[in-house]
């Protein structure tokens, strides 16, 4: 897809690929243990991929979607898990970036850009998963020019180790026109994180459920109006599905490339299996498999970037396609190691165990065909 890219881009991909090889990939079953490096995120935020999409009059890269996109495949190459809260960060930076008040940008843009600030993003609830409109965590006015939160948001990650807590919550009526965006700030009365999920993949990252009680919030923390939240975290959705999509696609990408080393390597019956054609058709529909998904992925991104009307069915059937597919190109890269494949010595059953979740993350791969066939049926 180079030929497709503007020399810009090229470099784009060239430095993201150069740090994840040199710095994630090395570190990234390590990092399973041990948890994210905080030092390594802000070596991101160095290279500009903390703001990609902020403007620049706050540190930020003023970069495309299509761009983003191009990261998150490259840096996903070398440790998926960082590279898909690097993306959650982003979309906290660009929310605050596109409806919060000048004030509020010029505070917090510079920090989250260098990622001295890091960001988490607080919408889904214990109760309320694909119905996102139906959460119940409260915000009500004192009177003293603060609001008093309560309820809880489930699989935050970052929960604990973030610095700022992008919250939705009920401010108004039942409903979407009843939600509001409050910044939440580490270490405020009330607010608190439950224990470490232990989880199947994107162990690298802590993941909790964050409560709020009688957490006290200033309303000078509140993004735009009353009942705009909800609109917000729409708006994100789009390019956070590109996200997810470009995180499994680099990951499916890496087991693709550890495969082909290993049956090159790897020898049965006195020649190495990449010489039985069974391998070789299985490598070949893997690589065929990744380019459709990548070619996918790219389209519905420029359709965002140039706002066009059918942009977001193409997000979702981006998040759709590729998410299954990278899943599916993972699993047989683990089948083409054998037993060995099993071990996490190789790897592989890292990035298997990664990439299940971005089926489920950003709407479930069921919503996506919902939205898909909803705006087929428009028509």
Known sequence: MSAELTEDQQLIVETARAFAQEKLRPNAARWEEEGLDRGVLQELAGLGFAGIYVGEEHGGSGLTRLDAAL????????????AAFLSIHNMCSWMIDSFASAEQRAHWLPKLTTMQTIASYCLTEPGSGSDAAALRTTAKPDGNSQYVVNGSKAFISGAGFSDLYVLMCRTGDDGPKGVSTLLVENGAKGLSFGKAEDKMG??????????????????????????????YAMKGLDGGRLNIAACALGGAQDALDRALQYVKERKQFGKPIADFQNTQFVLADMETELAAARALLYAAARKLDAKAPDASKYCAMAKRFVTDTAFKVADQALQLHGGYGYLADYEVERIVRDLRVHRI????NEIMRVIISREMLRG
Request: with cysteine.
């Open 71 to 82: 990261i998150f495949e490259e840096l996903s190459r070398g440790c998926i898990s960082t």
């Open 202 to 231: 994107w162990r690298a990252q802590p993941t909790a459920i964050v409560n709020f009680e009688d957490c006290c919030v200033s309303v000078d923390n509140r993004v735009g109006p009353e009942g705009e939240g909800f609109k």
């Open 361 to 364: 993350l950003e709407g479930t």
